[in-house]
Every structure is written in C-alpha cells, then in structure tokens.
C-alpha cells in the first residue's frame, strides 16, 4: 500500500517538482471543528486509564493546491455553534461542542463553500462528517468499503446525489504527489488518513482516528474500538503509516489529541 505513495514521491522529485511550492500545494489551514469530553480513557485503551476523564481536540483541514480548494474532514454539525453547553450523547455519554461553525472559518479566509471543488473524509464517525453536505458541490473522496457500510438502521452514510469517487486503495488527489489519501481500514471498513506534502513544514500524515493520543503508538496490544471495528486491519495500517513516517521522514498530526493541537497555529494562519 505505501509503495503507491512512495512511488508517487519519487516520480515526481525525478521531475524537478517537489522542491518548489510543495508541488501545487502553498497552504494548509488548520480549523477548530469541535471539542469532546468523554468520562472514561479506557473506551480508546481497554484496561487502560479506566474512569479517567479525557478531553479531545476536532480539527478539520483546508487545504490550497494550484488546482484549488480541498477539505480534509468537516467536523462535528454546525448547529452545535449555537448550544453553548453542547449537546451529550445518551448512549456514550460523550459531550460536544463546536465553538464557531466550519462555515464561519471559511468565510472569514474569504472561502464560499461552493470553492471548496474536492473533499475526503477520513471516516463516516459524526465528529468527522458533521457538515459534508454543506459542500454538496464538492467531489468527495471515500473509500468504496467506507461508502457502503450502512448506517445501524440500514440507511446509507452519504446521499446519494453527492459527487463520490469510491476508492479502493491509496489515492494521488493532485496527481502530483502532494496530497495523498491513504487506506487505513480497521477503525472502520474504510478509514483512510491523508499523506500532505508542503515546502517549508515538510510532509506530514493527517491521522483521522487511526490514533486518537500519543500513547495509542506504543500500546500495541490494544486497538480502539476493536468490537466494531477490524482488528487486524488497525494493525496493518498502523504499521505501515508508521513505516511510511520514518521512510518519508513525515511528521505524524493526530487529530484528536488536545495537547498537541494546542500547540499549532490556528487558522487564518496557516502553515506553507
């Protein structure tokens, strides 16, 4: 699966390209998509940090290429912009907020929704779809396996009428090597993290939730949401994104995880 990456890269260094302005890519924008608390680590860790309180960042990414606008995840629903005191899940128990709406984000960088021309999401959890069909315009990019997987009463995850490539595997969105959605199921039948390239930062990987905190990378012998999701699988992606880091030389941005995002710089910076 990463040799498609790789090759990409190395195809496009042979032509002189990666050097400058990232191939295509000049920015990359980080939003504030929401804020979770959740009563108990252990949901993430089995057996770990049981009853331990854990709050957890929701950031979304827009990124500018020469060809145009692309949207990495949406984040939790808009609406809850206007509960101050969020909204808490019944079932999990998870309280959420959004402190201002995707589509203020955008529009205070002077970006209408109808520019946004392609977006992907890592995967269909709410907190990461939440406003995709603000965007109804938007090619969107999601893994076959992903696009499939009903909903728990059938109904299907996207609507039907939404522009969709269905991936199956690794996908050059740019054809240049800059921006790479890659496949990492086990979290879900299609989650897929995206591989970004920029001139000044270097290359990073956008996780989505194949891990959710740092210490997800050195506890091995448990994977989050195991039930329901594919355990072997989790593991595989995980070992080749990890694979994929040291090779690229890549710098691993977890979205979720609060002490680190509270260290980026936030949109309307952006980082080149």
Request: glycine share 8%.
């Amino acid at each position: 699966m990463r040799t498609i990456v790789i090759a990409i890269a190395a195809a496009a260094a042979a032509c002189g390209s990666l050097p400058a302005a990232a191939a295509g890519v000049d920015k990359l924008y980080v939003l504030d998509c929401g804020h979770i608390s959740a009563t108990d680590q252990s949901r993430w860790s089995p057996g770990v940090n049981v009853g331990v309180p854990i709050e957890l960042s929701d950031n979304c990414y827009l990124i500018h290429h020469a060809q145009g606008w692309f949207l990495w995840d949406t984040g939790l629903p808009d609406a809850l912009a206007a509960l101050p005191d969020g909204a808490k899940d019944p079932n999990t128990g998870f309280v959420t907020k959004r402190a201002k709406t995707l589509a203020s984000e955008l529009d205070a960088l002077g970006v209408k929704a109808s520019d946004i021309k392609a977006m992907a999401i890592s995967h269909t959890h709410p907190d990461h779809v939440g406003n995709v069909e603000e965007f109804p315009q938007a090619m969107l990019y999601v893994q076959k396996a992903e696009y499939d997987w009903p909903n728990a009463n059938g109904t299907p995850r996207f609507k039907p009428e939404h522009p969709v490539t269905k991936l199956e595997g690794d996908h050059d969105v740019f054809g240049d090597g800059s921006v790479v959605i890659i496949s990492t199921p086990g979290h879900t039948p299609g989650h897929q993290s995206l591989f970004v390239r920029l001139a000044k930062t270097g290359p990073l990987v956008l996780s989505g939730d194949l891990y959710h905190y740092p210490a997800e990378r050195t506890l091995k012998d448990f994977l989050p949401f195991a039930a329901r999701g594919d355990d072997a699988k989790e593991a595989s992606s995980k070992d080749e994104v990890e694979a994929l880091l040291k090779d690229k030389g890549a710098t691993l941005w977890i979205q979720h995880d609060l002490e680190a995002d509270a260290k980026l710089k936030k949109s309307p910076a952006y980082y080149d």
